[in-house]
């Protein structure tokens, strides 16, 4: 890899919200140690708006049509041809496959998730040269699932964007706030996570909590901590990735997943010295270690 000079990265639509990587810090890593990039993605985003290194095709959107979009990009000479090509977000997985079989480009791809690995995977055998995984379960779980040897996998865990963030004052009242987050969904644990919050506050303790989620997921929470009478102790906020003004307020923050998970939130959680609790899953139990930086937990 050290000979490669000409980088081209696909990307969905890069935010440095939703969970994914940090991918203006990441360019210019990149380009420090001596590589020309650019970044073909479906629409730029805030993130890339006014970058000149990135490229917007929004036909790309269209699943059906991005394969043919795709071969038209060499054609009519878009972009510079790379050396190398970086496949970083599913929704590109189609335009990697057509960019590189009708470039003869090699490319690399990285799985950030596992619910990439049970939907299975979709590679050229000529030119895919190595899959991507962030972090350790998944890449065990790619050669147990999926067969991929060992050696075809890299494991480079996902960065964070360092946050020029006030400093934690304490404040003037002594409710702990108890935090959580992700989307609503069975395996994130978010509704287990609201019955274990009624168990709390039954147990005699004065605590709050908060819970991040998406917009359209939020009615359906307040409801559910309604149902369980601790409607005035529950304060429901936005995620995706929730930025300063949630992680100034959990003392304690908890990732109850269920089922295996790449564990964004607790990373951000972690990366602020929150003291932290997680479910021993895969992905979650690789990020902690118990009783010394953290507490894992039975699902």
Known sequence: MAAVKKLLILDGRPRGDDGSWPLPPLLDRLERRGFQIQV????????????????????????????????????????????????????????????????????????????TVERGLRLSRQWCRRLIATGPDLAEELTLSLGVPPEGIALIPQGITAQREPSRKPAAWTIPVIGAGGPLEEISGLLIFTEAARLVVDAGYDVEFVIACHANEQIALR?????????????????????????SVPDIYCQPAVSASTGRMLML???????????????LRTLIDSGRDGMLVPP
């Open 40 to 115: 073909l993605c479906i629409s730029k985003g805030a993130d890339l708006t006014a970058d000149p290194r990135a490229f917007e095709l929004p036909v790309l959107k269209k699943r059906l049509l991005r394969p043919f979009a795709a071969r038209r990009i060499w054609s009519e000479d878009r972009l510079d041809r790379p050396d190398v090509l970086h496949v970083l977000h599913d929704k590109m997985v189609d335009v990697g496959l057509a960019l590189s079989e009708t470039g003869q480009i090699p490319y690399v791809q990285t799985v950030a998730g596992f619910a």
């Open 223 to 247: 409801h559910r901590a309604k149902q369980l009478g601790i409607a005035e102790r529950v304060t429901v906020t936005d995620y995706p990735i929730a930025g300063p003004d949630f992680w």
């Open 269 to 283: 959680a972690l990366a602020r010295a929150l003291a932290s609790i997680a479910t021993h899953v895969k992905g």
